[in-house]
């Protein structure tokens, strides 16, 4: 069965530096998302992305995230400038058809620990 | 605002009962509700989806109830087994709006 895959599986890294975070999502889908979850809080969606270009992106999403779909395959998270808050699990999705009527593939996660 | 609660204490059910879970949620008029499962350290899976003109969805020893006057969706497990212990989310989607909006989840513990 096709999965979403990320890499790295765990990423840490110092204050105030940029970090990426990669994705491929499942082939023949169309819609990318990226979530946070702060452990032990819920799951908080971050930017969605449909055609080469964000969707929709949440409060949290400001200028130091970026996201990109660089080749068929990739979609990638930076954060530019990394704080000690953005440490979390970072879970990219995937699914055919947007809005909340499709189902969501997910990923199995980034956990990111900024020290 | 805009809420959704999920009882944040966890559930403890004897194996072979059947768990049901609650989401509620006020401030919304979501066209989709969907069910998570999610394992510690893991991302979240794939239940089952109901839409607002639908009161019923079954899937396996699953099923899913979204009573929009009450602004509640109930999940069920039927003859629950350890296995079926995680935590289960639930999400909203309002119509036209690509943004899932989740539930912090139950932890649902079944014992043997």
């Known amino acids: 069965e096709p999965e979403v895959t990320q890499t790295p599986s765990h990423q840490v890294t110092q204050m105030g530096q940029e970090v990426i975070l990669r994705c491929v999502p499942i082939s023949n889908h169309l819609y990318f998302y990226w979530y946070r979850q702060i452990l032990g809080q819920k799951v908080e969606f971050l930017v969605s992305f449909y055609n080469n270009e964000i969707s929709e992106k949440s409060e949290i999403f400001d200028d130091q995230f970026s996201v990109e779909r660089p080749d068929g395959s990739n979609f990638t998270l930076k954060i530019r400038s990394t704080k000690l808050e953005d440490s979390a699990m970072y879970f990219c999705a995937s699914s055919f058809q947007g809005s909340g009527g499709d189902t969501q593939y997910f990923g199995p996660g980034t956990r990111l620990t900024v020290l | 605002s805009q809420k959704i609660e999920q009882n944040s204490e966890a559930l403890n059910i004897q194996e072979g009962k059947t768990a049901t879970l609650t989401c509620n949620y006020t401030?919304?008029?979501?066209?989709?509700l969907q069910w998570y499962r999610q394992d510690p350290g893991r991302g979240p899976v794939f239940l089952l989806l109901?839409?607002?003109n639908e009161k019923e969805k079954r899937k396996e020893r699953l099923k899913v109830t979204f009573d929009t006057t009450l602004k509640q969706s109930l999940f069920h497990i039927t003859a629950s087994q350890p296995a079926d212990s995680a935590t289960y989310l639930c999400?909203?989607?309002?119509?036209?709006?690509?943004?899932?909006?989740w539930g912090a989840g139950t932890k649902l513990i079944i014992k043997p």
């Open positions: 109901i839409r607002e």
């Open positions: 401030n919304y008029s979501p066209a989709y």
């Open positions: 999400a909203l989607a309002v119509d036209s709006n690509y943004q899932l909006i």
